[in-house]
T-cell receptor
Framework: EPEVTQTPSHQVTQMGQEVILRCVPI?????FYWYRQILGQKVEFLVS????????KSEIFDDQFSVERPDGSNFTLKIRSTKLEDSAMYFC???????????FGNGTRLTVT | AQSVTQLGSHVSVSEGALVLLRCNYS??????LFWYVQYPNQGLQLLLK??????LVKGINGFEAEFKKSETSFHLTKPSAHMSDAAEYFC???????????FGTGTSLTVIP
């Protein structure tokens, strides 16, 4: 069964550094998402992406965040200057048309020191 | 505005006992509703979904949920708990497919031998 894959599984970075989290969504899916989960807390929406542009974003997704689908297969989340509070598990998800649910990757655990 | 409330952040049941995880939603339009399960150090896996077809939805691993519009509920049940059911369970709502999902705060299920 096709799945969403995320790399790396764990990323450690220093405060102020840029990080790029990578995702390969399911190939025939049209909608792409990033969510995050701070340890012990709920899953929070960051951004949705459709037709090569952001369709919706939350207040968490400020100017420090950006997303890109550079080559038709990868979907990346960039954090320009990481803060300690960016430490979380970041989940990529994708969905198809119609009543297709979200399919999630296994996540990237980001640790900012 | 959409939101999801999961009553009980921790639920413990004995092996073989009924599992009942509660989810109430608010939505201004007929919602799409989902239950996801998260095993330790893994991503979110879809258990089942409601998308305006049958109100009783059957999912994987013997779980099912019933959509009750009058109660704005979508509780998750399983007749007989298994040790492997121990995990975090998230209810989610979406009004428009392709837009963001709103997740509840999660319920941690413990199964006692």
């Amino acid at each position: 069964e096709p799945e969403v894959t995320q790399t790396p599984s764990h990323q450690v970075t220093q405060m102020g550094q840029e990080v790029i989290l990578r995702c390969v969504p399911i190939s025939n899916h049209l909608y792409f998402y990033w969510y995050r989960q701070i340890l012990g807390q709920k899953v929070e929406f960051l951004v949705s992406f459709y037709n090569n542009e952001i369709s919706e974003k939350s207040e968490i997704f400020d100017d420090q965040f950006s997303v890109e689908r550079p080559d038709g297969s990868n979907f990346t989340l960039k954090i320009r200057s990481t803060k300690l509070e960016d430490s979380a598990m970041y989940f990529c998800a994708s969905s198809g048309a119609g009543d297709s649910p979200l399919h999630f990757g296994n996540g990237t655990r980001l640790t900012v020191t | 505005a959409q939101s999801v409330t999961q009553l009980g952040s921790h639920v413990s049941v004995s092996e073989g006992a009924l599992v009942l995880l509660r989810c109430n939603y608010s939505s201004s339009v007929p919602p799409y509703l989902f239950w996801y399960v998260q095993y330790p150090n893994q991503g979110l896996q879809l258990l089942l979904k409601y998308t305006s077809a049958a109100t009783l939805v059957k999912g994987i691993n013997g779980f099912e949920a019933e959509f009750k519009k009058s109660e704005t509920s979508f509780h998750l049940t399983k007749p007989s708990a298994h040790m492997s059911d121990a995990a975090e369970y998230f209810c989610a709502v979406s009004e428009i497919l392709g837009n963001q999902f709103y997740f509840g705060t999660g319920t941690s299920l413990t199964v006692i031998p």
